[in-house]
């Protein structure tokens, strides 16, 4: 009678089991194979708005590069060959920022609008 009821408990348990692993493997199914409707990807990156975010992370590295020098973490020419680089950087993107702008003004006076 023990027996009987022991081959009757793991029966109910492995049923129990292979219920839960089909659940879960159904949920995993729809996780991984479900596509949401529209995304909304937000606004799309524009050159120019690249160039802003360089241009505030290379005068925030700047910053940052001139807290340290005053704290006296880098040698006069580290922070001078540092300083340097960035300086370089930040004239380059706002080089390209200004010519960006030129096109965009210029487009904007041959169609007949203000620049």
Known sequence: MHATYFIAAVAGDTA???FGCALFAAALFVY????????DAGEAKTRYGYLQ???DAT????RDLSFEYKAGKLSDTDYEKQRGALEDEAAAILAEMESIEKGLSGNLAAKGGRA
């Open 16 to 18: 129990f089991v292979l």
């Open 32 to 39: 991984v194979f479900y596509e949401p409707g529209d995304i």
């Open 53 to 55: 975010e360089r241009k």
């Open 59 to 62: 005068y925030e590295n700047l």
